[in-house]
């Protein structure tokens, strides 16, 4: 049973940096998974907020590009988001995704919070 589960959020004040970690579990072949965060802040639609195929192709959406990092550790199972430089409207709930390698099933974690606040 595949799972992941996020940590590393909380309470930051602008311009401030945050590691998000999500580990995951019945994944057979980690490392062929495409990896990703996700983002909803209230009231709003979940948004892409970055995604890595492989070791090293990256994708971000335009709002955190030159201030967030995804990176994984194929070896521990683990995906990174480092945050720096937030902001006010990087208030959300932070979800990790991946999408598996072969039959493209999606799965979800349940989420993590980070807070922007003076």
């Known amino acids: 049973q595949v799972q992941l589960v996020e940590s590393g959020g909380g309470l930051v004040q602008p311009g401030g940096s945050l590691r998000l970690s999500c580990a995951a579990s019945?994944?057979?072949?980690?490392?062929?998974?495409?990896m990703g965060w996700y983002r909803q802040a209230p009231e709003k639609e979940r948004e892409l907020v970055a995604t890595?195929?492989?070791?090293?192709?990256?994708d971000y959406a335009d709002s955190v590009k030159g201030r967030f990092t995804i990176s994984r550790d194929n070896a521990k199972n683990v995906v990174y988001l480092q945050m720096n430089s937030l902001q006010f409207e990087d208030t959300a709930v932070y979800y990790c995704?991946?999408?598996?390698w072969g039959d493209g099933m999606d799965y979800w974690g349940k989420g993590t919070l980070v807070t922007v606040i003076e």
């Open positions: 995704y991946t999408q598996m």
């Open positions: 890595i195929r492989g070791g090293s192709n990256t």
């Open positions: 019945g994944i057979n072949f980690f490392s062929l998974n495409t």
